[in-house]
């Protein structure tokens, strides 16, 4: 059967279509007047036919700035673009425009033909994807570092401000506050994250071989040195040096250290060759070096060259809202390198955990998360009873003093309470201790082995 097409071309249905499509359509003339438009440009704007079209935005009264519509109306290009207006209900409407020449018969172009759509669903989806990559991003470049302290926050923005420079960093803090954390989230936000990053423990080398360790020797510089030996600044050329426990480098070898921060450069021991070395240097220590330097046990020098940029880390007790987020945080990570399913931390115990005042910060809340989950029983929640005995308070009357119990009361009851459910290896592993020194204890308490 034929059908007549001739219908199609009546008036009177392409108005009800233009009119029934959820896009708005509008068609203005050269002057920037309202011709016609359909329902939905109607209901967002309000206009009536013959108000200029600028009139929708923000009661403007004269055209946009870089108007699609004179643009396409002076060269016949069609033109799009995206654009946010506000509604006089103070919404924000994104919208999306499709412009096009509207021509009369002869080909001339006597106004624009526009198409809106409502993006703003798609914008705001987009924006919260972008945010959420974004986060992603900055988590991955401060791994490991939980938190929700403006504190903590601030010393974030200061490290992506930092991170891209050569200055060195001097990181100052209480034992367990993380000072190692933030000295990888520094690497991490900079350009030489992918290069070598050398770390050395100034307080854990003998005197006697840190200069070694860090400049190097050559063969027989001393009467060990059977053959030559890079140092660890040698090692991280190009890279990142993290000195940890700065503090604890002697004055002899304090000048040395300067000298290399000054002309970067240095020479290993017994060499009289002098090489140069790009490293950035980030050092940490627990002690006040203002008052080290005070006391004539390290140098002013350098002390300012190391801390061109200090950043000091609060300890736990002063951002106390990080607690709950570090303390689950942790569950989980033990849970998971134990095998256990430890359903999470009761409110009650929770309380004593924000309560207590963390001399040990965070390590030291680690420790405790760790006691707890191995006296908590499969599938149940941490309750104050499975926390350790100087934060839930059981049994204080045995040694306590100024709110905490003796190092051997502490221990003598985790081996009461674990010797039932626990090899000697783990205990001896939660008390930090030696399997023998474990054997000791055991026998200086009378505390026999359980079968």
């Known amino acids: 059967m034929e059908i007549d097409t001739s219908v199609l071309h009546k008036e009177g249905l392409f108005t009800a279509i233009l009119k029934t499509v959820s896009d708005g359509i509008t068609v203005i003339d050269k002057d920037l007047k309202i011709l016609f438009q359909n329902e ?39 033109r799009k673009g995206l654009r946010d207006i506000q509604l006089p209900n103070g919404n924000i409407l ?79 803090g209480e034992s367990g506050t993380g000072k190692e954390l933030i000295a990888k989230a520094i690497l991490l936000n900079s350009s030489r994250k992918d290069k070598p990053y050398v770390t050395v423990n100034c307080g854990a080398i003998p005197e006697n071989l840190l200069e ?63 090489k140069k070395y790009d490293i950035r240097i ?17 140098r002013e020098d350098l002390f300012f060259r190391l801390s061109v940029i200090p950043i000091f880390i609060p300890p736990l007790r002063e951002r106390k809202e990080d607690i709950p987020i ?10 998971d390198k134990h095998g256990r399913t430890i359903s999470g931390i009761s409110s009650a115990a929770l309380k004593l955990l924000m309560d207590y005042s963390w001399p040990g910060n965070v390590r030291e809340l680690e420790n405790a998360i760790e006691y707890a989950l191995h006296l908590t029983d499969e599938g149940n929640s941490i309750i104050p009873e499975q926390l350790p005995p100087k934060i839930s308070g059981k049994n204080m009357s045995e040694g306590v003093q100024h709110g905490f119990i003796s190092i051997d009361t502490y221990a003598r009851q985790t081996i009461l309470a674990l010797q039932n459910s626990h090899s000697e290896e783990d205990i001896a592993g939660i008390l930090g201790v030696s399997r023998k020194n474990l054997w000791e204890k055991r026998k200086r308490w009378g505390i026999s082995k359980s079968k």
């Not at 004179?70 to 069609?78: A, Q, S, Y």
């Not at 705001?124 to 504190?151: G, P, V």
């Not at 050329?237 to 604890?248: A, K, V």
């Open 40 to 78: 939905s440009i109607y209901q967002v704007f309000g206009l009536q036919l013959g108000q200029y079209c600028y009139h929708a935005y923000r009661g403007r009264s004269e055209p946009c700035e870089n108007c699609l519509i004179l643009e396409v109306i002076k060269d016949g290009m069609p």
């Open 94 to 172: 994104w919208l999306e425009f499709f412009s096009g020449p509207y021509k009369d018969p002869k080909g001339n172009i006597i106004g624009a033909v526009e198409v809106i759509r409502d993006v703003t669903e798609q914008v705001r989806i987009t924006k919260e994807c972008f945010t959420f990559r974004r986060e992603m991003e900055r988590q991955a470049k401060f791994e490991n570092i939980i938190t929700q302290s403006k504190q903590m926050k601030t010393i974030f923005h200061l490290i992506e401000r930092v991170a891209f420079t050569n200055s060195t960093v001097l990181i100052t």
């Open 212 to 274: 070694s360790e860090l400049f190097g020797h050559v063969k027989g510089a001393f009467t060990s040195a059977a053959g030559d030996h890079p140092g660890l600044i040698e090692t991280a050329d190009g890279g990142t040096l993290f000195l940890d426990e700065i503090g604890e480098i002697p004055l002899s070898l304090q000048v040395k250290l300067l000298r290399f921060l000054q002309e970067g450069e240095s020479r290993r021991v017994g060499s009289t060759v002098t």
């Open 282 to 298: 980030i050092s940490a220590t627990n002690r006040n070096l203002e008052d080290e330097v005070r006391n004539g046990s390290f």
């Open 326 to 335: 570090i303390a689950n945080h942790l569950l989980q990570c033990l849970c």
